[in-house]
Every structure is written in C-alpha cells, then in structure tokens.
C-alpha cells in the first residue's frame, strides 16, 4: 500500500529538509548569513513544514484506511464515512478510494457518486500548499540572488 511507503518518507523528508535549512544557518549564523543562505534556509524550513503538514494529514488518511478495512461489529457503514451531515448517504456507501491532491479519503456511493469523509483536518491541505508555495519563493528568490551575484562577480572580472 502506498500509503505505508509515503509516511515514513514523508518524516524522513521532515528531518532532512529541516535539516539542511538549520545546519546552512548554523554554519555561518544568522546574521553572518547572506541573502541567499537565508532564502535556501527559509525554503528548506518552508519545505519541511509542508511535508510535515501532508504527512499529518496522511497519518489520519491511514487511520481511516484502517478503520475502513476492519470488519466485525460496527463496521458497517463504513465508520470514516459516518461523518456530520445527512446519516442515510453513509448507509448508501459501497466503497472508498484516496485522492492525494488534494489528500482526503472519499467514500463512494450506489447510485456512483462519492463524498470527502472528515477524516483529513480542513487545516492541513491549505496550510500544506502554503508552505510548499512559499518555499517555493523563497527557493526562486534564492536562484534570482544568485543569478544577480553571478552576474555581479561576471562583471567585476
């Protein structure tokens, strides 16, 4: 299952992204730190926070993976699909998948159609394309300051 694959290399990326962001800050400390060091810094730190945050969020994906496929007494409906709202659209439910973009488990019905059981925090997609979009600045601002001292030393030669 992908799903026991991705956890751990999710926290594997967690600490290897965090890191190298605190051990490039550490070597030359914050204020001995040009530009650039603390945009790869930040992006790094920005990339471990998303990482961290969809890897929360896959964590409760795999509980409720768990809770779907274990069968015995009240086990059905399916107890991820028991969410707040309408209880007879759970008795309705013949399946699930996962989507990881967004990350959520879907409970699909008879008649086809599916819904997003609340099995994943509302928090974590927004705040994991947060951070991901930030350190993705930061990663480009950091690429455009080394272009410019590229440039900068090009000239001076």
């Not at 409906?77 to 990350?103: M, Q």
Request: glycine share 14%; proline share 5%.
């Amino acid at each position: 299952m992908v799903l026991l694959l991705l956890v751990p290399a999710g926290l594997v990326a967690v600490l290897a992204l965090a890191g190298y962001g605190l051990g490039t800050l550490g070597r030359s400390g914050m204020r001995g730190a040009g530009r650039e060091v603390r945009l790869k810094s930040g992006a790094a730190l920005l990339g471990a926070c998303a990482v961290a945050m969809y890897t929360w969020g896959l964590m409760h994906v795999a509980g409720a993976v768990i809770q779907a496929e274990d069968g015995g007494t009240d086990s059905a409906p399916l107890r991820p699909c028991r969410s707040p709202g309408p209880w007879e659209r759970a008795l309705d439910v013949v399946g699930y998948r996962v989507e990881y973009v967004p990350l959520r488990f879907v409970c699909e019905t008879k008649d086809g159609g599916s819904y997003a059981a609340t099995a994943v925090p509302g928090y974590v997609n927004p705040a994991a394309a947060g951070f991901a979009l930030g350190a993705v600045v930061c990663a480009g601002a950091a690429a455009v300051e080394s272009e410019r001292r590229a440039r900068k030393a090009h000239v001076r030669t």
